[in-house]
């Protein structure tokens, strides 16, 4: 299950459980209460056998003399309870018969105790409704996102055939009138095109782990230099000296090329791209229009420019969580972007 639908699953979840446990729990206080009431009358019941049949195990009974403030047949709650009843032979006098509050504790505990377990058993029904109706919900989601990733999927592989023709024409082309700025920019522009290629098909499918040991030096010198092409007027510049990494290469090289891409994308006329090593850290700062919300440009098709679909970074942070590789955006509007990659888990 992958990481949207598991989120898709757990919130369906949640909201369908959630909504029976209030339910249940309204339920069970209302009977809790009515319970309560009912623990009250047998209490009376109890009481009026005792005065009328002398029977009166649990009970106590007190002889008092009658006034206007006792009136007979009620249940009085002060501490212990107690009422008042006729006494037939004597008119001066009321019985008063006395339950304990510890018995009625004792019952109500008892009743808290059967209230409790049955909550339990109904929330464990409930969770598993939950459960189903999740999986339920979730079903026809997967299919229709199984069916637009195989067409993205085939897509993609489609554009292998017209790419891999379009190089090998320039190639030829390049043989036969030599070197030419206009062949240089199509194939910038075909880099282009396989680079989003490389992104969808990050974004589609599981993340390569296998690690390599590779210089980061010539990495990003060779990611320069094509950005350097693509974006002329943009200054970029690296001050890396002998870092070595073992990691997966072609992941960090999506990384890199997202990072680079965007600093020349979204910089300043005339602007400038740095990237140096600090204590394990890289960092890539450009001096661009800035980013308003730092903490949204990882969500997927978060943008807050016209340009792109908005799930660049959002691969960069799913390849940094794979990787290993903490990441971190520090941005001021209009004065530019500095983004920080930890290299202390791959760095040798």
């Not at 909550?119 to 109706?133: D, E, G, I, K, N």
């Not at 910089?267 to 949204?296: E, H, W």
């Not at 799930?311 to 960069?316: A, D, E, T, W, Y």
């Amino acid at each position: 299950m992958k990481t949207y639908e598991l989120e898709s699953f757990l919130k369906s979840f949640l909201i369908f459980f959630i909504l029976l446990e209030v339910l249940l729990a309204i339920n069970f206080w209302h009977e809790y209460g009515v319970k309560k009431l009912e623990i009250e009358e047998k209490i009376q019941v109890e009481m009026k056998l005792c005065a009328y049949t002398i029977q009166c195990e649990g009970l106590t009974t007190d002889f008092v003399d009658r006034d206007k403030d006792k009136e007979e047949n009620i249940l009085y709650k002060s501490g212990d309870f107690y009422s008042y009843f006729k006494v037939p032979t004597a008119e001066k006098y009321l019985m008063k018969v006395v339950y304990p509050y510890s018995a009625y504790q004792k019952r109500v505990i008892a009743l808290e105790s059967k209230i409790k377990y049955k909550f339990l058993l109904y929330s464990l029904f409930a969770f598993l409704v939950s459960f189903l109706f999740a999986v339920y919900a979730l079903t026809p989601l997967r299919k229709a996102l199984r069916l637009n990733e195989e067409f993205v999927k085939d897509i993609l592989h489609d554009f292998n055939t017209p790419i891999s023709s379009m190089k090998i024409n320039l190639s030829l082309f390049r043989r036969e009138i030599g070197e030419s700025e206009k062949i240089n920019r199509l194939e910038n522009n075909i880099e282009s095109i396989l680079g989003l290629q490389h992104n969808l098909q990050a974004f589609l499918k599981d993340i390569p782990t296998q690690a390599e040991t590779f210089s980061l030096d010539a990495l990003v010198e060779n990611r320069m230099t094509y950005f350097k092409t693509l974006y002329p007027d943009i200054a970029y510049s690296s001050k890396l000296e002998g870092v070595t990494l073992e990691t997966n290469k072609d992941a960090l090289t999506r990384i890199i090329d997202n990072l680079l891409s965007n600093a020349g994308k979204y910089n300043k006329a005339k602007g400038k791209v740095t990237v140096f090593m600090q204590d394990s850290r890289l960092t890539i700062a450009d001096t661009g229009k800035g980013i308003k919300n730092p903490a949204k440009v990882f969500k997927r098709y978060y943008k807050e420019q016209d340009r792109g679909i908005g799930i660049g970074l959002h691969i960069v942070k799913k390849l940094c969580d794979e990787l290993h590789i903490p990441i971190e955006i520090k941005s001021n509007l209009q004065k530019g972007t500095t983004i920080f990659l930890d290299f202390s888990n791959v760095v040798i």
